[in-house]
């Protein structure tokens, strides 16, 4: 009898939900012995964890002293691995060195991105603790490639330098160049008097105390070379070597200092024969600002309020200068920052009533001197801080950092208006770059034991007494300097220290005062930590 198709289309469908059962049968079967070997595999070979964060005990306020300490260490490596660089030039060719050239320009430029953060994080826009704890963890992370950066060319340089084989030569040229630099102090005093008699406090505070510093570190040098002599004498060449470095250096920001001193003499000069200028064109200013408030009637609306305020302010600024003027004593930079930045407040006032055209000219105009101003300001903190920079903490460097990046950008920028906008923020920067580096200075004394213990936030080497320098004599100058660097690296993650400069601080826990200092080098903290090689 024949099967009906019905019959045969209930049988094929049947067999095939038996097919797909069991296959799904066979899958999860499977997966659960899948699941239960993997679970043994596990059990007998445990995962192995991510690596852990050498920072998760710190809070957040320690981990920002940390990554200051590093900013500070890795900035005082780098102007040393500079000066290094410039004796190497002189000595053997800009071609012989352009490794090491290339090594320093890169660490700038990390140093650079690194610092740029740390400014961020001290604007006034706050930062959540996740984000901040980031930010300072990207700082920590960019001063480790500098260090390795520097530290992988120092050897090389080393060789290339051959102190030890050029220990006789290397005295003499020292010793001469000691000399003349010597030579040169009754006239820098005599300089720094007449500065004194015509400008105020304020306006020399980045060069006032140049010539007793450059007096220290040639007391330094002399004894470094003495002991240079002394070494060469007994056959220690490795010593003699050491002796010379440090002889090299100190004799270096010596005449640093003293040429510091002769640029301000002339910057400050210079800027006032311009603050004239720069006052009647801020009174222009100001009387085109109350002519477009009378042309618009007395609105009062909020672009009229901004205007008739920033009027009012320029006016005062411009009466406050024309005042100083007439002092015995003046600050010509000074009164150039606070007349362009009454002349900026103005301007973006005056932009409703303006068109493009007449703010690019006025832009144009006073361009030249905002970067005159700017280019002073900015020479001068740098000299400043590099000279002392054993006692600047990271906020100065910081600000000098930027202000560096702002009057590349005013020097570099095609669009006037910019560019005025940049040069005269470079200025503000400088100014409070010097001012956070004096404070610093001022707060700074010659470290009795080398260092110390901390446990977070900033430490202040010794009392208010000031300096330090001349009590201590030319071996403080060599530390407030930045000659003489304490031996960065410490133990393991048990606490803060700190070496001889006022953040530069490690975790470890051994006492700063187990290591001595020794002289700064070409390379990074890493170099300073490693024992000289005979």
């Known amino acids: 009898m024949p099967v009906q198709t019905t019959e045969v289309d209930l049988f094929s469908i049947l067999c095939c939900l038996a097919i797909i059962v069991l296959g799904v049968v066979l899958a999860l079967t499977m997966a659960g012995r899948r699941r239960k070997r993997d679970q043994g595999a596990a059990k007998a070979t445990p995962q192995q964890a991510g690596p852990a964060d050498p920072f998760a005990a710190y809070n957040t306020t320690q981990l920002s002293t940390y990554a200051n300490g590093q900013l500070v260490a890795v900035d005082n490596a780098v102007r040393t691995s500079e000066q290094e660089l410039g004796f190497a030039t002189a000595q053997y060719g800009a071609e012989a060195v352009t490794t090491f050239a290339t090594a320093v320009a890169s660490a700038k430029e990390d140093l650079s991105a690194a610092f740029r953060i740390r400014h961020q994080l001290d604007d006034e826009i706050p930062e959540d603790d996740a984000t901040r704890r980031q930010l300072l963890r990207e700082i920590i992370d960019r001063c480790a490639v500098v260090d390795q950066r520097l530290d992988a060319e120092a050897d090389a340089f080393e060789k290339l330098r051959a102190m030890q084989a050029n220990a006789e030569e290397l005295a003499l040229s020292l010793t001469a160049r000691t000399g003349q630099l010597r030579g040169g102090l009754p006239a820098a005093e005599a300089t720094l008097t007449r500065l004194t008699d015509r400008y105020t406090d304020g306006a020399l505070t980045p060069v006032a105390g140049n010539v007793t510093e450059a007096t220290a570190r040639l007391d330094f040098a002399d004894q470094q070379l003495a002991a240079a002599n002394a070494g060469i004498a007994a056959g220690d060449r490795g010593k003699a070597a050491l002796a010379l470095r440090g002889a090299e250096q100190a004799t270096g920001q010596a005449g640093a200092l003293l040429d510091a001193l002769g640029k301000a003499a002339g910057d400050l000069d ?10 009647d064109e801020v009174h222009a200013e100001v009387a085109a600002g109350k002519a477009a408030m009378q042309a618009a009637g007395g609105a009062g609306g909020a672009d009229q309020m901004n205007l008739a305020a920033a009027v009012a302010r320029a006016d ?23 007349l362009e930045a009454a002349a900026s407040g ?5 932009g409703g009533v303006r068109d493009a055209a007449n703010r690019t000219e006025q832009a144009r105009r006073q361009l030249e001197q905002a970067l005159h101003a700017a280019r002073a300001a900015v020479d001068s903190a740098t000299g400043y801080i590099t000279t002392r920079r054993g006692a600047v903490g990271s906020t100065a460097r910081a600000r000098l950092s930027e202000a560096h990046a702002q009057l590349d950008r005013a020097e570099s920028g095609a669009d006037p208006v910019a560019a005025l906008a940049a040069a005269e923020r470079a200025h503000d920067l400088a100014a409070q770059a010097v001012d956070s580096a004096r404070d610093d200075v001022e707060r700074w004394s010659f470290p009795s034991g080398y260092g110390g213990q901390m446990g977070g936030g900033r430490v202040i080497i010794g009392g208010p007494g000031g300096f330090g320098t001349a009590a201590a004599g030319g071996m403080g100058g060599a530390v407030l300097g930045g000659i003489l660097l304490e031996n960065m690296l410490g133990g393991g993650m048990g606490g803060f220290r700190i070496g001889l400069t006022s953040e530069a601080n490690q975790p470890g826990g051994a006492a700063a005062s187990e290591a001595p200092p020794v002289q700064g080098r070409f390379g990074g903290p890493s170099t300073w930590a490693r024992p000289e090689k005979s």
Request: glycine share 10%.
């Open 270 to 279: 210079a800027a006032g024969q311009h603050v004239a200028g720069l006052l």
């Open 316 to 338: 005062q600024v411009a009466g406050d200068v024309r005042t100083q003027l007439t002092s015995a004593k003046t600050d010509p930079l000074g009164m150039t920052r606070r």
């Open 346 to 350: 103005l301007a973006e006032a005056m």
